[in-house]
C-alpha cells in the first residue's frame, strides 16, 4: 500500500476494523470521530483490498457532497493516494486499481440497485427509512473472501429513541454490532470546542444526553415545527433580506430569505468556523451577491458590522429580541431550500431549555443555533421591525 504517511487512528477507527459483524452501527455523541474513521477505514480497504464495491450514500446528493465525499477526497489527497485515483467527477466514482467507490443518494436508487456492494456506509443513516436500508442490505454481493467479509456501516446521532435504527437493527439484526462513541474518544478536539460541547450538560440534559453523551434520547420541546424542506428557490417575491451571525469557534452563518405574503424561503449561503472578518467578507463577496440587500447581523459585533459596511454592504444590527423575534417567526411558514444541510440539521435540534425535573423554559438551548440565529430569526424578525410595524425603524450603528 502506498501509504505515505503514519496516519492517526482513533479507537473508533480500531473499534471498526476489527470487527467482523455484518453491520455496524457507529452512534454517537457530536464530533466522536465517527466520520473520518470510517472514511479512514473504507481508504485503507479501497487501496489494499481488490475487486470491492463501495457504495457511500445519504439521504440527499447536497448533504452527501459536503460531508463523507469531501471527506473521502480530502483524505485520498492527504495520504497520497490521489494521483492514483481516477475520478470521474461527472458519474461521483472514484476507482482504483479493480475497485470502485460510488457515492450517491438513496433518491437515485437505480443507481445503487445495478451492482452488488461489498463495502456500504449509510451517513447519517436515521435521515433514511428502515425500508432503505433493507434495499441496500439485500444489495449486498456474495462473500468473496471469507477473511474479508462485507460489512454495512451506519453513522449517526443518536437522537430519536423510536429510530429504526435502534428498533429494527441493533435489537433485531443478529450479526450486528453497536459502537458508541463520544467526543472524550477524540484527540483532535480543540480547547474551545470541547467548552461549547460541555456547556450543553448544564444547559439541558436532552441534548447533553444525545450530542454528549452519545446515548438514545428523545428531543422534546422543539421551537420550530412550522418549516419544510423544498427544492425550489423563488424568483419572484415581496422582498429579500440576509442575515448574518459571526462566529469563530462557532460557525459564521450568513443566509438569505425571500418573502412572499407570511411565506418565506430561506438558504444558507456560509456556514463555516475559524472565519476571521477578512475571510468571511472575502467569502461573502465571492458570493457575488447583490450589495444593496439588507443584511441583519449579530449587534453584539460593532466592529465586524462595520468592516461589511465599509466593504459595501447595506448592513444593519440586528433586533436581537428572542421571545418577540421566536413569536413572530413561528407565525411564518418557512421553507427551507434543500441544500441547506446546516440549517437543517440545526433545526432538528434547536429547543427550549429544560432541566432533569422536566422544566421547560421560555429561551432556546444555546448550542447549534447559528443558523437559528443568523438566518432565520435576525433578518425577518428585523426587517419586519424595521419595515412593517409603525416606528422603530432601523438604525445603522448602536
Ligand atoms: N483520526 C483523526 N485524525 C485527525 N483528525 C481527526 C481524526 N478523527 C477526527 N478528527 C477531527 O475531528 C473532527 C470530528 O470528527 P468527525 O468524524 O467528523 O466526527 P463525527 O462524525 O463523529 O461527528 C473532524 O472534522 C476532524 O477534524
Ligand atoms: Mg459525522
Not at 48 to 73: C, D, E, G, W
Not at 109 to 121: A, G, L, Q
Not at 182 to 198: F, G, M
Not at 319 to 328: A, F, H, R, T, V
Request: aromatic share 14%; proline share 4%.
Amino acid at each position: 500500500m502506498k501509504r505515505v504517511r503514519e496516519v492517526g487512528v482513533t479507537r473508533i477507527f480500531e473499534e471498526n476494523e476489527k470487527s467482523d459483524k455484518f453491520i455496524l452501527v457507529n452512534r454517537g455523541g457530536a464530533r466522536s470521530t465517527k466520520s473520518y474513521s470510517i472514511a479512514q477505514l473504507l481508504i485503507q480497504r479501497f487501496t489494499s483490498q481488490h475487486n470491492k464495491a463501495f457504495l457511500i450514500v445519504r439521504k440527499t446528493m447536497p448533504a452527501l457532497r459536503i460531508t463523507a465525499y469531501k471527506l473521502i477526497l480530502d483524505l485520498l489527497q492527504d495520504y497520497g493516494f490521489y494521483p492514483y485515483c481516477h475520478h470521474n467527477k461527472t458519474e461521483c466514482v472514484i476507482k482504483y486499481g479493480d475497485n470502485f467507490m460510488l457515492f450517491t443518494s438513496i433518491e437515485y436508487i437505480s443507481r445503487i440497485k445495478s451492482t452488488e456492494w461489498n463495502y456500504v456506509w449509510q451517513e447519517e443513516a436515521d435521515e433514511f427509512t428502515n425500508e432503505d436500508f433493507q434495499i441496500l442490505k439485500m444489495r449486498m454481493s456474495a462473500p468473496t473472501v471469507p477473511e474479508e467479509p462485507n460489512q454495512m456501516f451506519l453513522s449517526l446521532n443518536p437522537s430519536d429513541s423510536y429510530s429504526w435504527v435502534k428498533t429494527k437493527v441493533i435489537e433485531k439484526e443478529p450479526d450486528c454490532q453497536d459502537i458508541l462513541s463520544t467526543y472524550k474518544d477524540n484527540p483532535y478536539l480543540s480547547k474551545a470546542y470541547i467548552k461549547i460541547l460541555e456547556r450543553l450538560e448544564e444547559q439541558d440534559p436532552q441534548l447533553w444526553r444525545v450530542y454528549g453523551e452519545g446515548e438514545w434520547g428523545v428531543l422534546e420541546n422543539l421551537i420550530f415545527h412550522n418549516w419544510d424542506v423544498v427544492r425550489e428557490w423563488p424568483e419572484t417575491y415581496d422582498y429579500a433580506v440576509r442575515g448574518l451571525d459571526f462566529g469563530f469557534n462557532n460557525p459564521s452563518a450568513f443566509g438569505e430569505a425571500r418573502v412572499r405574503d407570511r411565506e418565506v424561503w430561506l438558504r444558507e449561503l456560509i456556514y463555516e468556523s475559524e472565519l476571521t472578518n477578512t475571510q468571511l467578507i472575502e467569502k461573502t463577496n465571492s458570493l457575488n451577491i447583490d450589495k444593496s440587500v439588507e443584511i441583519y447581523a449579530d449587534s453584539a459585533e460593532p466592529a465586524r458590522i462595520e468592516e461589511f459596511y465599509q466593504a459595501g454592504y447595506n448592513i444593519f444590527p440586528a433586533d436581537k429580541s428572542i421571545k418577540d423575534g421566536l413569536d413572530y417567526v413561528k407565525r411564518l411558514k418557512l421553507h427551507i431550500y434543500h441544500e441547506s444541510i446546516n440549517m437543517l440539521k440545526e433545526l432538528r435540534g434547536y429547543k427550549y431549555k429544560t432541566d432533569r425535573a422536566g422544566h421547560v423554559f421560555d429561551e432556546p438551548v444555546k448550542y447549534n443555533d447559528h443558523a437559528m440565529d443568523g438566518i432565520i430569526r435576525y433578518p425577518l424578525y428585523s426587517y419586519f421591525k424595521a419595515h412593517e410595524v409603525g416606528g422603530g425603524g432601523k438604525v445603522r450603528f448602536v
